[in-house]
């Protein structure tokens, strides 16, 4: 089953990526679905590292994990104030399975931004990934409070209950809450959910 997360294009970079983009003739992908922005705090950052920076997300939009991982450490690096890159940083690792470096990273980030949504909902997600199912329900609890309407963090509470603690009947509602705000037709979490009610009434 797949998760859900969201990548950080700070809006001035963004503008700065689709200049240079533009002209490589290259498209920066969107996010499967609509999540909360993080407010980053104000921090200045070289020319140099915002292309690097914008290239590494590009390669993490590609795939290129490791190679975005390396990058956006040395950015981490120089521009420690700087909050997307310390978030995205967390998603590389995560996605190469580096879980001690992913959750530096995210320990990092929430640091420099407390109470954000997306945040906690990777936070959730490293947890799963290191077995902590319980630290993974808070995390997840906690980004809901923040966001109740962003779908990915229902869908992955979804997945916590149906896949880690084999609770259908609370998995069901967090996968419905999710299709419901995704804002794209998802038939195969459609299926999914009612072979799962199809389970259920047969237990």
């Given at each position: 089953?797949?998760?859900?997360?969201?990548?950080?294009?700070?809006?001035?970079?963004?503008?700065?990526?689709i200049s240079i983009l533009l002209s490589a003739c290259a498209t920066v992908s969107k996010s499967p679905s609509p999540t909360s922005q993080i407010i980053k705090k104000s921090v200045?950052?070289?020319?140099?590292?915002?292309?690097?920076?914008?290239?590494?997300?590009a390669d993490l939009e590609k795939g290129n994990a490791k190679v975005a991982a390396i990058s956006l450490g040395k950015i981490a690096e120089k521009n420690p104030?700087?909050?997307?890159?310390?978030?995205?940083?967390?998603?590389?690792?995560?996605?190469?399975?580096n879980i001690a470096d992913a959750?530096?990273?995210?320990?990092?980030?929430?640091?420099?931004?407390?109470?954000?949504?997306?945040?906690?909902?990777?936070?959730?997600?490293i947890c799963v990934e290191s077995g902590q199912y319980k630290n993974a329900e808070k995390n997840y609890l906690n980004a809901l409070k923040l966001d109740a309407k962003n779908p990915n963090i229902h869908y992955n509470m979804a997945l916590?209950?149906?896949?880690?603690y084999q609770n259908i009947a609370k998995a069901i509602p967090y996968y419905e809450s999710y299709l419901l705000l995704a804002g794209q037709k998802d038939e195969e979490t459609e299926a999914w959910v009612q072979e799962l009610k199809q389970t259920l009434k047969r237990e």
């Open positions: 089953m797949k998760v859900l997360l969201t990548l950080y294009f700070p809006r001035l970079i963004l503008l700065l990526a200045s950052i070289s020319e140099k590292d915002s292309l690097d920076y914008v290239q590494a997300v104030g700087y909050l997307d890159v310390w978030v995205n940083l967390a998603i590389a690792n995560y996605t190469v399975k959750q530096r990273a995210i320990e990092y980030a929430d640091k420099l931004q407390p109470a954000s949504a997306d945040i906690n909902n990777i936070k959730g997600l916590l209950y149906d896949l880690y």
